[in-house]
């Protein structure tokens, strides 16, 4: 079992930075695929990036290639999102998850565990 625990949401201008943290627990990250996904209220939850723990490959949603940046930290068990130059689009709950599997996968019904989520808002 993975414990994840997301942090690091807020409200913020169009065209701020945030950097979203999620910690992971319950078990050591070796292999894991971490993704983070975000629902916006009436939406389905979509792919927003992921990064393989074992040998940082990395994924992103279009919509935000150049801007978002996946990261992780071995010695704190913790992924990041850096989100610099936000759009008031951004604007949802952004969700981190695991995947047992290997594969960088997009679908969020390849993904194992989740956190409760991190409010992001951004104004225009």
């Known amino acids: 079992q993975v414990q994840l625990v997301e942090s690091g949401g807020g409200l913020v201008q169009a065209g701020g930075s945030l950097r979203l943290s999620c910690a992971a627990s319950?078990?050591?990250?070796?292999?894991?695929?971490m993704g983070w996904f975000r629902q916006s209220p009436g939406k389905e939850r979509e792919f927003v990036a992921a990064?393989?723990?074992?040998?940082?490959?990395?994924q992103y949603a279009n919509s935000v290639k150049g801007r978002f940046t996946i990261s992780r930290d071995n010695a704190k068990n913790t992924v990041y999102l850096q989100m610099n130059n936000l759009k008031p689009e951004d604007t949802a709950v952004y969700y981190c998850a695991a995947s047992d599997g290997v594969l960088v996968v997009t679908s969020r019904h390849e993904y194992d565990y989740w956190g409760q989520g991190t409010q992001v808002t951004v104004s225009s």
């Open positions: 990064i393989s723990w074992g040998d940082d490959r990395t």
């Open positions: 319950g078990r050591t990250l070796r292999n894991e695929v």
